[in-house]
């Protein structure tokens, strides 16, 4: 066995395993990134079919803000890696929208928008929402110690008019909940200055843009990054982590961990059993259509729908192997000043991996033509001017999910247990990444800052 | 070394941190975090590239010496001339 030793390894190379490599070797730490699959981005990769190049999950990148905001999360993430704002070359959404039945709220990366929709809509709502808007610009949901709170229970404090909770919920579940139907508040507040307070933008080229910049960065600073190197066990002597193995046997010798794998993804590794209160159970199908034609030149102003048959928004895991009753419709191009070549559509609806896990391969098929035919369907009733020629379309699953990225359950959101202070019972072995609970692409990259600088850059302290 | 010298470093220190920043119009007697949005982050890797750069230690509760740019340069200069 060679002697391989590193000051730090770090378990996956999507963007907050990234992120925390670019922070450690910053300060001349020795770091290794271990990657299972080929390329980077973990759950929010990229691949090519036909000679497109596609991003695997990104709809939008949320936290927009404008160059020269360095207090949001942007800006923070940009400061902390030295990577200049203009390099993102984000290009922002155009107007998105929930949809339910019988009303539907507009908004943009200005709040103000949305408050004259819930004011239109909802007039007696506008104080209560104005309400709600400053509780959570005044909430601390980065603080390591907050506790979980329902925030539904918080929510409702707040707001009256049951639609109008279930429309505010509606993106904010869909777009980072590993909870059933509520979450925990800290993390509402995530999402909800995320979606809502900062907004979408598109890095131009997609994710790729983002992933080439921390994997430049990551090598520039003399990081070490491994693909195909699947950990299979984390060596713990005493309590301590000493170090990884992997899949091929070769053993990894290293004085700190930070595990992106996941919480029971991590558990699993140091040979223990699940514990099945630690699954998530939200997962998705997502079917993806390009089209030779633009959505804007047809004039479609949508960047996003979401998109919900009645007036209760059930946020669960179906019963049947996906949800139609709801969807979110994705123009994942439509945005200002875009220049991409194509038009492109995504349509994300809840599915249940174990029905998915358990199809027969010619069934599973099927099974995904459906999802992909309902998914078009959902497409010309919402959108029906974006119409083009089909150039290629493609449809993933749970199960999909869990091939590429080894989430239990396929489960994009993680675990609904999200440790805040990254620490596990294990010395040396901290998480990173989903399971930390910072969400999003961008709460992804601060999160690997967060405990980089926590638990390796300053000790701990 | 100069006082002068020590705030040269000083500076490049912080336009590398505060990367779409100018630093020209800097007050050296007021607040860094108010005039350059600095939080607690950036002060760990302004401490971290003193260590980096210059092998100075500054120990955490030193850091309210780093408020501003004249206290930062009084708390320093001397650590730079050992």
């Not at chain 1, 925390?20 to 090519?48: D, F, T």
């Amino acid at each position: 066995m060679s002697d391989d030793s590193f000051d730090c390894v770090i378990i996956g190379a999507g963007m907050s395993g990234l992120a925390a490599g670019i922070r450690l070797a910053m300060y001349n730490n020795k770091v290794c990134i271990l990657e299972s699959h080929s390329i980077e981005g973990g759950l929010n990769s990229y691949y090519q079919r036909k000679g497109f190049k596609l991003d695997v999950g990104l709809h939008a990148l949320t936290n927009f803000a404008p160059k020269g905001n360095k207090k949001g999360p942007l800006g923070k993430l940009l400061k902390q890696l030295r990577i200049p704002y203009d390099l993102f070359h984000l290009k922002q959404q155009i107007q998105s929208r929930v949809a339910f039945a019988d009303c539907s709220l507009k908004f943009t990366n200005e709040l103000d928008i949305l408050i004259s929709e819930v004011e239109e809509n909802f007039p007696s709502e506008k104080e209560n929402f104005l309400r709600l808007v400053k509780h959570i610009q005044d909430f601390n949901e980065l603080d390591y110690d907050n506790k979980y709170i329902s925030a539904k229970e918080v929510v409702s404090n707040f707001i009256k008019d049951p639609l109008l909770n279930e429309m505010i919920f509606c993106p904010v579940l869909i777009y980072g909940s590993a909870w059933e139907n509520d979450m925990d508040f800290s993390q509402f507040v995530i999402m909800f200055k995320s979606i809502f307070l900062e907004g979408f933008s598109r890095p131009q080229g997609g994710v790729r843009t983002i992933l080439n910049l921390l994997l430049e960065r990551f090598k520039e600073l003399g990081g070490e990054i491994r693909f195909r190197s699947a950990v299979e066990e984390i060596k713990v002597e005493g309590n301590k982590a000493i170090g990884v193995i992997l899949k091929s046997g070769h053993f990894i010798r290293t004085n700190k961990i930070l595990s992106s794998a996941g919480l029971v993804e991590t558990q699993s590794l140091l040979g223990r059993e699940n514990n099945p209160e630690h699954v998530g159970k939200m997962a998705f199908t997502e079917s993806i259509v390009l089209l030779d034609k633009k959505p804007c030149e047809f004039g479609v102003e949508d960047t996003i729908i979401f998109y919900n048959q009645g007036t209760k928004y059930n946020y669960s895991c179906p019963s049947t192997l996906y949800d139609k009753s709801s969807a979110v419709l994705c123009l994942s191009n439509n945005f200002l000043e875009d220049d991409e070549q194509q038009g492109i559509y995504r349509v994300t609806n809840m599915a249940n991996f174990e029905m998915w896990n358990q199809l027969e391969r010619a069934h599973y098929r099927e099974e995904k033509n459906k999802v992909l035919l309902n998914a078009k369907d959902t497409i010309k009733r919402f959108i029906p001017l974006f119409e083009g020629k089909e150039l290629l379309n493609d449809v993933f699953t749970p199960k999909t999910v869990k091939r590429f990225t080894r989430h239990e359950n396929g489960c994009v959101y993680g675990s609904p247990v999200k440790i805040k202070n990254g620490k596990t019972d294990i010395d040396n072995l901290f998480l990173c990444g989903t399971d930390q609970g910072f969400l999003g692409v961008v709460g992804a990259m601060l999160s690997g800052i967060s405990m980089a600088n926590l638990h390796v850059l300053m000790g701990g302290r | 070394m100069q006082t002068s010298e020590v705030r040269e470093k000083i500076a490049d220190i912080i336009s590398d941190i505060a990367l779409d920043e100018d630093l020209a119009g800097l007050d050296d007697s007021q607040s860094l975090r108010d005039q350059l949005d600095l939080d607690s982050m950036d002060f760990l890797d302004i401490v971290m590239e003193l260590k980096k750069r210059h092998k100075i230690e500054v120990p955490q509760e030193d850091y309210p010496q780093l408020a501003t740019m004249n206290s930062c340069v009084e708390y320093l200069t001397p650590k730079f001339m050992q």
